[in-house]
């Protein structure tokens, strides 16, 4: 009984971690990006061609080194979280939430919704990312908030997918049909019942989706589709680093270090999320 | 017409030619001893300090409720415990190998690898998923074959005929070609002690064989595992929880409380006198069938239990009599028919239909239970689903207090789930793992808007709680917090929140333990008193029927084939169906144990193809309110 007890103790007190380890992290990183952005605009801006890639903690005040113009890494690092995270964290919760009603309309009422939003579903996996993000950004224009609406587009379905899956199995369980029984409205049970019981691995995705959001927006700034390629973002720094791998490694290091930890925050918040919502603590998925 | 022939069931040519060999032991050591065994989850005991012994030929039945750690100990027996993530943490398990005694807990894992399925081989409860459904079923008795034995393909393949003949499976041949879905329930299970028996084991280890099946199946097995352990000598443990089924198979009794075994005696001695009070309390709360003859009404009695070394009896015996027939009908049902399709051909044209209710009527009177009795696809559910209005009916007639759900409005198809509620079979499944018992509680009472204001709510929660026996302050906890009992009755109070006319019990005791369901079934009943409740419910087990209703309805196939007052029903059925039904009940008591002939056959689908309808059946009057259909012999 004691070691039981002490297991639950250290698993708890790991979760406990895992909380304040995602907090440091992701509010590290957001109230760097803010109060740089709100105390020095300019920073990381600033060409200096006489300090052309000088490695980290060479020089006095230059840190992490400098670019292939002379910009400090360091304050184009932090500038550049500004685009990267607008983009991969507000993409993501457009997605989830367009998935999740998609989902759940269409895996709870079944038969034409259901038919009508899954293959309008998958003719849109079917079109390759690239070619729908060219014509998008060719209709509607570029920028932020353009590549936003572009990656929540691109990306409800498979949220959907994964909501309607789990809306499936769990539509016939006895605990929805003993609602339904009582005479619970379909809102009620669509967003009391079915929702809080399929979140856990909605969340998960999601987390993991900020990551490859991120990196979606460099491609789509290299390619000329994506924001204002003079302004930073960490996936562009990425790809403007890409040539000077051999020679300079501090330009991509960086820059990924801050998509890792901020991916690795958000992945250790997810999961504290996700074992909090589900009152019988069992770890799923 | 509704001949043995007709329902797809005949009687075999007699198979009890043989003499009953029974207790019948050779002085020599025990097959397999069990000696002070214990088993841990983590550091949590789950046996504790086991022993017992099995001897050639003997059937030794473990019994226990949920978490006595029956299965745990089979799974001991055959060292797969760690699959479950427990550990033998002591004791010794001696098995009389060919090449003398092995202790198999000492053994490694590839010398056990030889011994399971070879000198000990197991049935699990689950026929639906103990056979892997991605190869046939010849495929699968074959590979057991040439794991353990030297079987060229061919001879693998003539001796799973064998195999399957002997589990009296006809049809061998093609039946080595089919894939487990094809089968139904009670021929898996066939298959698996076919399988089981392969290698001629010394020992097999049966852990609720029959548990998952129907009556008739149930009967049909136990019939087949008798005959095969006489005819091969084997030993077997059979763990189960039924108590009627113990009386039939067992020789030996281990009765297993909390991991510790509180008893251990022959089955006829265990039953005549039992010493432990928990064995004594145990068999107090099993419904025997046939308590309830020469009564006309229901009976309440009081609960036998355990209080120290003693046992008490609670409550007092009062007799039901809370019908009300001389009222309006709460429901009245005329001509209900209820069909799916099925097998949508190549174009999406329906080719099948399920037949699930076919012309049924009936009606519940205020405070009457009536009970739906029948096998699995017999379409008891589908009723009480539709009457719910939780399934569209294809046709019929269906009048809630004179009014037809047809003509009602929207607001009053809404009362109409006020006043009638529904308890599920699943107490884990029934409520939402996500909310409170409280929430869950007062979802109703919310819904209806029966109560405002939340210290109203909370206050009929909390009284609603106590009414069901739990306590009120456990209106914050998860459902994942309580045992299958307790939970059974938050989702009675659930239904009880919305003050119903007819609550809908589906199944609602048969996940519990007998201890359990003897208390669940006494608070039915009183809230049938104080409350005025009707209950229609619907169940397999015929015994607790007996005990709780005031009429019963037998259903096969989708139709009634018989109805009227419990007592008529049960002690001079009319109809054969409601015979062979009654005959099937396993009764507790091996006094009365007879070698009944095996029942051949399996329940009839309800799948039709489009345009063969079924029967209709007519139901004439044998004797005053008792109804059954006529049968042409």
Redo the contacts between chains.
Sequence with gaps: ????QT?SDTLKRFKNLEFILGVLLVGGITLAVVITHWLFPDSGTQVNLTQRLVPPMTEPGIWLGTDALGRDILGRAILGGEISLKVGVYSALGAVILGIVMGLISGYYGGFVDVFVMRFADVQLALPFILLAITFIAVIGGGLTNMIILLIVSQWVQYARLVRGSVLSLRD???I?????????DIRILF??LL??LIGPVIVLMTLNVANNILLESSLTFLGLGVDPTIPSWGGMLAEGRTYLQTAWWLSVFPGLAILLTVLGLNLLGDWLRDI????GRTSL | MWNFQRLGLELAPDSTEQPVKRNVYVAQAPLLSIQSLSVNFGSNSVVRDLSFDVRAGQTVAIVGESGSGKSITSLSIMRLVHTMNAEITGGRIVFQGDSGAVDLVAQSEKAMRRIRGKDIAMIFQEPMTSLNPVYSIGNQIVEVLRLHENHTRASAREEAVRLLKLVRLSDAESLLKRYPHQLSGGMRQRVMIAMALACKPKVLVADEPTTALDVTIQSQILTIMRDLQREMGMAVIFITHDMGVVAEVADQVVVMREGVKVEEAPVSELFARPQHPYTKALLAAVPKLGSMSGTDLPRIDPLVVMAGDETRSVGTSRVQDTARTGEQPIVEVTDLVTRFNVNKGFFGGVSHRVHAVENVSFSIYPGETLALVGESGSGKSTIGRTLQLLQESTSGDIRFSGKAVADMTRAEKMRLRQQVQYVFQDPFASLDPRKTVGFSIAEPIYTHSLLTGKKAVQKRVEELLERVGLSPDKADRYPHEFSGGQRQRISIARALASRPKLIIADEALSALDVSIQAQIINLMMDLQQEEGLAYLFISHDMAVVEKMSHRVAVMHLGQIVEMGPRRAVFESPAHSYTRRLLSAVPVADPARRTDRPLIEGDIPSPVRAIGDEPERLILQEVAKDHFASIEMQ
Excluded: C, K, Y
């Design positions: 009984m004691t070691t039981v297991r369980q006895e605990f049909l003993s609602a339904r029984a009582i005479g619970v409205h009391q019942h809080p019981n919502l589900d009152p019988t």
